[in-house]
């Protein structure tokens, strides 16, 4: 009987062996194709930026700093990151590498690109920020309105979409919560998976409730 075990003890200690040799070859090769890539895109020159995607929020929709000093309230912090972002020119970037923009747009323009993809991220996490103090503050129409926009604009922050749809819920609204559903569907973010399961939650305890006046919340 010990020679069976010692020989399936041999053959799993080589054939381990073979597997960790060849994640070992694996790693290395996407190692030395990451920085041929990478060495690749810093030699690519300047190209134009016309064909760029700028998303248009209807900053129009935002509620002027006035009308939470009337009511003896503090300006939301969220609300003058959002109005410092008017006139800048705001991309979404999502899922693409900067090796992948300079490859695309030159490395002289990465700067710029990277400026385009922050403004986004401000747009996204700030705009999460000011719908969640609405709702808590019971301003839960300017709330909604405000999300809808983000959404469209390709906000995929999954706070944004529990707000979103727990908002509808409250109301009623059938149909929105089924185009928001769909739009969801359509994502082609690495959050959709997360947003998804944070709906899913969301039905599971109808009770939750809606919005929080902390300006902490939001992932």
Not at 74 to 95: A, C, D, H
Request: charged share 25%; with cysteine; proline share 3%.
């Amino acid at each position: 009987m010990k020679f069976p075990i010692l020989t399936i003890v041999i053959v799993f200690i080589v054939w381990l062996t073979v597997k960790l040799s060849q994640g070992k070859t694996d790693r290395q090769e996407k190692t030395r194709a990451f920085w041929e890539k990478e060495r690749s895109s810093n030699m690519v020159p300047k190209k134009s930026l016309d064909d760029l995607h700028y998303i248009q929020f209807p900053f129009e929709l935002l509620p002027a700093t006035s009308s939470f000093t009337e009511e003896g309230q503090n300006i939301p912090s969220s609300l003058l990151m959002l109005n410092g972002l008017r006139g800048k020119k705001i991309v979404n970037f999502n899922n693409i590498s900067n090796t992948d923009l300079k490859l695309t747009y030159g490395t002289a323009n990465i700067t710029l690109l990277t400026e385009y993809d922050t403004n986004f991220i401000t747009l996204c996490r700030e705009g999460n920020l000011l719908t969640q103090y609405l709702a808590g503050a019971d301003r839960k129409e300017e709330a909604r309105v405000i999300s809808e926009a983000l959404i469209r604009c390709g906000s995929d922050v999954v706070a944004q979409y529990v707000l979103l749809f727990s908002l509808y819920e409250e109301t009623g609204s059938e149909d929105a919560k089924n185009k928001l559903m769909l739009t969801i569907e359509q994502m082609t973010s690495n959050r959709k998976d997360a947003i998804q399961k944070a709906l899913q939650e969301l039905l599971e305890q109808p009770a939750k409730a809606v919005g929080s006046a902390d300006e902490e919340a939001g992932s």
